[in-house]
């Protein structure tokens, strides 16, 4: 079955990086892209951009485009998400979910808890 | 960007109700919308896609319609496990907006 396990809770200080993973498994990795939405305490969901794991074409936010970066590693079936230039305001959980060109996110990680805190 | 507005945010019902939510879009977005139910501490799940194609697994009492700008998701007989909040999504063009969710609660 599809499975998308993410890395673990982070905490970091204003101005930081945080990478995020998310590790695929129970499809063909290449075949998808993967998509990156975040949710604020107590918020509704926001839409980060998406990574194809065929060639690596991204498509950010606009909100996000510079501090953002997205790849996938098809050796290891992973995707990361790195975000740069942490605010308070970046506090969420961050969700990888497998979608691609006209398919909804049909499978979900179970989320990363990013904490930026001085 | 094109925006989703979904009604009402918040909506009190007993099990047994039939109860339907709505979501429009600021354009035109034929039917690529989907329709994603969260609980607390958990990720979204895949309710219904292509506005009204159920995915697999998920009850037949979820229901989707409409096209275009306007949306509906109906629950036809709402079960325990269904106060949650639910989300509509477009994914015709980036970014691939969300509506602002809808609570359901119990009366």
């Known amino acids: 079955q599809v499975q998308l396990v993410q890395s673990g809770a982070e905490v970091k200080k204003p101005g930081a990086s945080v990478k995020v993973s998310c590790k695929t498994s129970?499809?063909?990795?290449?075949?998808?892209?993967l998509a990156w939405v975040r949710q604020a305490p107590g918020q509704g969901l926001e839409w980060l951009g998406l990574?194809?794991?065929?060639?690596?074409?991204?498509n950010y936010a606009q909100k996000f485009q510079d501090r953002v970066t997205m790849t996938t590693d098809t050796s290891t079936t992973t995707a990361h998400m790195e975000l740069r230039s942490l605010r308070s305001d970046d506090t969420a959980v961050y969700y990888c979910?497998?979608?691609?060109?006209?398919?909804?996110?049909?499978?979900w990680g179970q989320g990363t808890m990013v904490t930026v805190s001085s | 960007d094109i925006q989703m507005t979904q009604s009402p945010s918040t909506l009190y019902a007993s099990v047994g109700d039939r109860v339907t939510i709505t979501c429009r879009a600021s354009?035109?977005?034929?039917?690529?919308l989907a329709w994603y139910q969260q609980k607390p501490g958990k990720a979204p799940k895949l309710l219904i896609y292509?506005?009204?194609i159920l995915q697999s697994g998920v009850p037949s009492r979820f229901s989707g319609s409409g096209s275009e700008t306007e949306f509906t998701l109906t629950i036809s007989s709402l079960q325990p496990g269904d106060f949650s909040t639910y989300y509509c999504?477009?994914?015709?063009?980036?970014?691939?907006?969300f509506g602002q969710g809808t609570k359901l609660e119990s009366k």
């Open positions: 979910a497998r979608t691609w060109v006209d398919w909804p996110f049909d499978n």
């Open positions: 129970g499809y063909i990795f290449s075949t998808y892209g």
């Open positions: 990574v194809s794991a065929y060639n690596g074409d991204t």
């Open positions: 354009q035109s977005i034929n039917n690529w």
């Open positions: 292509k506005a009204s």
């Open positions: 999504q477009q994914y015709i063009s980036y970014p691939h907006t």
